[in-house]
């Protein structure tokens, strides 16, 4: 599933791109039709343009209701029937939507804080913007945030891990 969301969605974005959606941020102009991205099966224009919707009836546009961005994740999260375990969080840039790749220690040395670099042992970099990642606190905390966020669903079993 791949996410195309509206500019001013920009929080939202970055929480799907946590997630691991592949998710770009577009200027969508209400009275320009060429800004739409032409129908793709597997891609949502995520909006909070409701004259969008209504100007452009197509079954890929969703509009988001809620101003606050987790709010907003846990109306997709809804709509598409997500849970936190469908998730695979370290998957993406959170800031430039690449994927990213795993790197070795000694790559990240100098580049982390060193408190970071003695106590984890793996890391993960953007090949666009070269930002490090790595299983911290707070990949535990935006794993509980996603698992309060998480429509119920009955039989499935949640998991706060992160892979």
Not at 47 to 69: G, K, N
Not at 78 to 104: E, G, W
């Amino acid at each position: 599933m791949r996410f195309i969301v509206d500019q001013t969605l920009g929080g939202l974005a970055k929480w799907l791109r946590l997630c691991g959606f592949d998710t770009i941020q577009k200027l969508i102009r209400l009275h320009d039709p060429t800004s739409l991205p032409a129908p793709d099966a597997n891609t949502w224009i995520l909006t909070r343009q409701t004259r969008l919707a209504d100007r452009y009836p197509r079954q890929d546009i969703l509009v988001v209701s809620a101003d606050d961005p987790e709010v907003q994740l846990a109306e997709v999260m809804a709509r598409f029937n997500l849970a936190a375990t469908d998730f695979k969080l370290l998957n993406r840039c959170s800031r430039c939507n690449q994927p990213l790749v795993a790197v070795s220690k000694q790559e990240v040395r100098g580049r982390v804080p060193e408190y970071v670099y003695q106590h984890q042992h793996q890391f993960y970099e953007c090949p666009a913007c070269h930002q490090v990642f790595w299983v911290g606190s707070h990949v535990a905390a935006i794993c509980r945030r996603l698992q309060a966020l998480s429509p119920q669903r009955p039989g499935r079993e949640s998991s706060e891990s992160p892979e």
